[in-house]
């Protein structure tokens, strides 16, 4: 102790013959690559102990990207741990063959998608597969959900580490924790979060855990669960606004421990100088239908034409939202729509820049 360690997510790794082109995409994956080396390089300045990728990372599971991916990240000076996102296995096949890509980056033999990586002789880093297919209605359904086998696993290894005094982190995929507000029954917003989420933050309460590591909604923001004394702390896709990653401090003091984060951007990469500002407004360009379907959704269920007279108004709402820290103010807006809005505003801690302390009793 001091550990540090540093957090991108969601890299969605395309090279550039496999971009999927698409006018709806949210995601500037032609930027993945150039992105991730800007990361590389100022990590490069950094006394790093190890870097955590909490999926996604690639743009569809190409064996291509995953293979891309894996041999730059063998050419590191310091160990690199990843999860499958969503992305990376999107079918039962792709779920099967991606530890075979990854041997060095948690996943040293068979195709095990949990594992539990020693980091020093008083911390270790336990990965989780949050990607499972399920049959309904005849189709086979993707979804977020830690299957049994792994829950059992990891409540035997959290109690051996607990024995031996050992602090564990954990990072899944998916959100454990609800970052917005209605999360886990919001139509739109109950896939970004593990469907058994409270069967898996029981376990991690019994067993200690203190913080988890996710990634998938692409926003930054850091939510605690007080029923489980747990801290989610989520990091935004380096492929959508505000392109951002993590470089984090774990320090024990006392009893406990503190967690020093900060947080940074790439603000441009070499075809395109100007990104935060080129994104955001990508992001604006693309928000209409995603607006619309929340305002004329369930809580809301807004008329249509009175929703379509508030969408300019949330044109940079999901950007503000994905970059953290943001605090929403709509006076014009109709009351039940303006609390609904306003309610999205940040509460503490900080999403970008905290310290976060906690006790180990």
Known sequence: MPYTFAIASDLHIALPHTVWDS?????????????????????ATLPLDFLLLPGDLTQHGEAENHRWLAARLAQLPYPVYVIPGNHDVPTPETLKTFAGFYRDFGYPAGDRLHYCQPLSPDLALIGLNSNQFVDKNGDLQQIGWVDAEQLAWLAQTLAQLRREGVLPLVTVHHNVVEHLPGQSTNPIGRRYMLGNAEALCQVLHEGGVKLVFTGHLHVQDIAYSDRHDLYDITTGSLVSYPHPYRLLTLDRTGDGFTLAIRSERVTAVPTCPDLLDYSRTWMGDRAHGFLLRLLTQAPLCLPHPVAEELVPHLRYFWADIAAGDAQFSFPQFPPAARAYFENFSDRPPADNDAVLTYSCK
């Open 23 to 43: 006018p709806h995409r949210f995601h500037l994956v032609e930027f993945s690559i150039p992105a991730l080396e800007v990361v590389l390089a100022r990590l």
